[in-house]
């Protein structure tokens, strides 16, 4: 099972329209779940997930984050790769960070001992999140679905 975990519903809607997920927000590969914004709504909603895994299972936390002007739009982050910053509110200067979420830290705390975890995170702006709307945060997460896939089952083997 896939059990990915978005803060935002207009992240999770990518996923509902591409897996044809119903109101359950599942099927027999995919369990989806909208945490709701900020580090202790992330940890509760993954530690949630837990007891429901097998070993085999993989637990992703996929949304958008702010980013310096060195990234692009809609560049896709591996948020343990990059040198991704949680933080409480939402960042409107670039002079501290170089990407930034409100999610990570609160998934990484909870999925500890999960060896198939993983964080994506699309490039929604330069830190002018009053700019990201609903409708370009689902397109952006939809047109990388398919990256996030093959990187987390490479990434798997």
């Known amino acids: 099972m896939l059990y990915i975990i978005c803060a935002l519903k207009s992240e999770a809607q990518a996923f509902v329209d591409k897996y044809k997920l119903t109101k359950s927000k599942q099927n027999s590969e995919v369990t989806l779940i909208v945490s709701g914004i900020g580090r202790e709504s992330m940890f509760n909603a993954s530690k949630k997930i837990l007891p429901q895994m ?14 310096n002007k060195s990234y692009k ?3 896709l982050i591996d948020g343990f790769a990059n040198n991704l910053s949680c933080v409480n509110e939402a960042v409107t200067n670039d002079s501290i960070y170089e990407l930034v979420d409100m999610e990570s830290a609160g998934f990484i705390q909870a999925t500890k001992a999960i060896k198939n975890r993983y964080i994506f995170k699309i490039v929604s702006d330069h830190f002018e999140p009053h700019k990201v709307t609903k409708e370009a945060t689902k397109q952006l997460i939809f047109n990388a679905i398919d990256d996030i896939n093959v990187l987390i089952y490479n ?3």
């Open 155 to 157: 990434k798997g083997k």
């Open 54 to 67: 097998s070993k085999t299972d993989i637990i992703v936390n996929i949304g958008i984050c702010g980013a």
């Open 73 to 75: 739009i809609g560049q």
